[in-house]
């Protein structure tokens, strides 16, 4: 698992850009405006995000477009995969031992 993963994830407008990009490519002005920042301000944190291997960016013209890499976000799943189903295990249990305390309980009344 890639900690500059979850790094350029942390903060909140490159986790925004992520999330807009996840319905397809846009430009860093079209980030920008829809993220209320300055091309510049966005231009940096799409950077971090490129060097963490989050995003690609092909030229357009004089425009940058930039789309999401799956690659980092799908390795990201399978690290917390190992988590999720640990959690679906305890919830399991947690389901079971309450269902025998409602049984009990019915058995009173």
């Known amino acids: 698992m890639n900690t500059a993963t979850f790094g350029a994830l942390a903060e909140p407008h490159r986790l925004?850009?992520?999330?807009?990009?996840?319905?397809?490519?846009?430009?860093?002005?079209?980030?920008?405006?829809?993220?209320?920042?300055?091309?510049?301000?966005?231009?940096?944190?799409?950077?971090?995000?490129?060097?963490?291997?989050?995003?690609e960016s092909e030229p357009v013209a004089n425009r940058r477009i930039y789309k999401l890499r799956p690659e980092p976000l799908q390795e990201m799943d399978q690290w917390l995969s190992a988590f999720r189903a640990s959690w679906e295990e305890r919830l399991d249990r947690l389901d079971a031992l309450l269902a025998e305390m409602q049984a009990k309980d019915d058995k009173r009344d």
């Open 16 to 55: 925004g850009m992520v999330e807009l990009l996840r319905d397809g490519p846009l430009s860093v002005g079209d980030i920008a405006d829809r993220l209320a920042l300055g091309q510049p301000q966005a231009s940096k944190h799409l950077r971090v995000l490129s060097d963490a291997g989050l995003v």
